[in-house]
T-cell receptor, first 111, second 114 residues
Framework: AQSVTQLGSHVSVSEGALVLLRCNYSSSVPPYLFWYVQYPNQGLQLLLKYTSAATLVKGINGFEAEFKKSETSFHLTKPSAHMSDAAEYFCAVGNFNKFYFGSGTKLNVKP | NAGVTQTPKFRVLKTGQSMTLLCAQDMNHEYMYWYRQDPGMGLRLIHYSVGEGTTAKGEVPDGYNVSRLKKQNFLLGLESAAPSQTSVYFC?????????????FGPGTRLTVT
């Protein structure tokens, strides 16, 4: 069975600081991995996805994630946080017809 | 392109009432999904469909029914609403392909059952 674990339900950083949101997955087959962002009262938007083409994946708004098979991780990073990055972030794994989501990490950016 | 749209945006029901949520997509996607989102629990899959006329159960299907009579529409029904079904409901669609294609989400329906 697939599962996704996001460490830290809330992360707080200062504007300009590094953002690191953690995601670990379990999968019995090579996974397809995604990060989505959700702004208040909105649906989820795709940030980036890993589909085995490259282990370092660049997404929108300066975010990137690195797939590490040995660690079963797909952590999301951004070198310098901006106030507009405040949102909830979800890691997901896709396999055949289904997608499995982590419980989400709320990112707070302090001025 | 409107993408994925959901109707209604908000609804308040009394226990035991029924309702149908409508999801529509204009991207010609084969796959469609219904999720519920509750605080601290992420998104949980209720039902999904891999094509017109086909549906399947997800992680939390009890108390819900679905239909996919047209490729572009996916309906979620609550026959007898319960307070435990108070949640935000999201519809999504994707292309087929073993999970390699991302999902596109609607804006959500906030349902309160009193």
């Amino acid at each position: 069975a697939q599962s996704v674990t996001q460490l830290g339900s809330h992360v707080s950083v200062s504007e300009g600081a590094l953002v690191l949101l953690r995601c670990n997955y379990s999968s019995s087959v090579p996974p397809y991995l995604f990060w989505y962002v959700q702004y208040p009262n909105q649906g989820l938007q795709l940030l980036l996805k890993y589909t085995s083409a490259a282990t370092l994946v660049k997404g929108i708004n300066g975010f990137e994630a690195e797939f590490k098979k040995s660690e079963t991780s797909f952590h999301l990073t951004k070198p310098s946080a901006h106030m507009s990055d405040a949102a909830e972030y979800f890691c997901a794994v896709g396999n055949f017809n289904k997608f499995y989501f982590g419980s989400g990490t709320k990112l707070n950016v302090k001025p | 392109n409107a993408g994925v749209t959901q109707t209604p945006k908000f609804r308040v029901l009394k226990t035991g009432q029924s309702m149908t949520l409508l999801c529509a997509q204009d991207m010609n996607h084969e796959y469609m999904y219904w999720y519920r989102q509750d605080p601290g629990m992420g998104l949980r899959l209720i039902h999904y469909s891999v094509g017109e006329g086909t549906t399947a159960k997800g992680e939390v299907p009890d108390g819900y029914n679905v239909s996919r009579l047209k490729k572009q529409n996916f309906l979620l029904g609550l026959e007898s609403a319960a307070p435990s079904q108070t949640s935000v409901y999201f519809c999504a669609s994707s292309r087929p392909g073993q999970g390699a294609y991302e999902q596109y989400f609607g804006p959500g329906t906030r349902l309160t059952v009193t």
